[in-house]
């Protein structure tokens, strides 16, 4: 099984950027699908980010369409977040995610906290 490790949250200010890194290993990345969620305090876990096994297909939430980019390299076993134009309402712990036959692994998550 995948084993996912995030890296790179922290404090930033409205309208900076973080990039998250999930350095994964114990298996093939390009046998799965992965994505980034995120979790606020009092809210569910949502949906973030996606991307395919090949890479060549992205979707993303109406909320941080135009802002995030999802990317990956299987050849590094890496999945990443640019996150640009940060604002309050992105606080939360960021968790990766990767899915194989409907199994999902998970990181021990990063918490990015955007505030003045």
């Known amino acids: 099984q995948l084993q996912l490790v995030e890296s790179g949250g922290g404090l930033v200010q409205p309208g900076g950027s973080l990039r998250l890194s999930c350095a994964t290993s114990g298996s093939t990345l390009e046998d799965y699908a992965t994505g980034w969620f995120r979790q606020a305090p009092g809210k569910e876990r949502e949906a973030v980010a996606c991307?395919?096994?090949?890479?060549?297909?992205?979707n993303y939430a109406d909320s941080v369409k135009g802002r995030f980019t999802i990317s990956r390299d299987n050849a590094k076993m890496t999945v990443s977040l640019q996150m640009n134009s940060l604002r309050p309402e992105d606080t939360a712990v960021y968790y990766c995610n990767a899915r194989r036959n409907y199994v999902d692994s998970w990181g021990q998550g990063t918490q990015v906290t955007v505030s003045a």
């Open positions: 991307i395919s096994s090949s890479g060549r297909s992205t």
